[in-house]
């Protein structure tokens, strides 16, 4: 039972963008690995860009220095 885990910033995804992550990525393990896809389990967890650090600063500074 593939368990996939993705964490993106909370910023302009729509539901349908993530519904068709969802798909893409089980598509992705069933024609790659030959997983089923009834048991294949994808999260997308939200994180707020304050809480996202790249580089010893928050993802909402860099975005704010154009970087």
Same mark, same amino acid.
């Given at each position: 039972?593939?368990?996939?885990? !993705?964490? !993106? =910033?909370?910023?302009?995804? @729509?539901?349908?963008?993530?519904?068709?992550? !969802? *798909? #893409?990525? =089980?598509? &992705? &393990?069933?024609?790659?690995? #030959?997983?089923?896809?009834? @048991? %294949?389990?994808? &999260? !997308?967890?939200?994180?707020? @860009?304050?809480?996202?650090?790249?580089? #010893?600063? %928050?993802? =909402? @500074?860099? *975005?704010?220095?154009?970087?």
């Amino acid at each position: 039972m593939p368990f996939v885990n !993705i964490k !993106i =910033t909370r910023d302009g995804v @729509t539901p349908e963008k993530k519904a068709e992550v !969802i *798909r #893409g990525v =089980t598509k &992705l &393990l069933v024609d790659v690995l #030959g997983k089923n896809p009834a @048991t %294949t389990m994808v &999260l !997308i967890e939200e994180v707020e @860009t304050d809480n996202w650090g790249v580089g #010893g600063e %928050t993802v =909402t @500074t860099r *975005r704010k220095s154009g970087r």
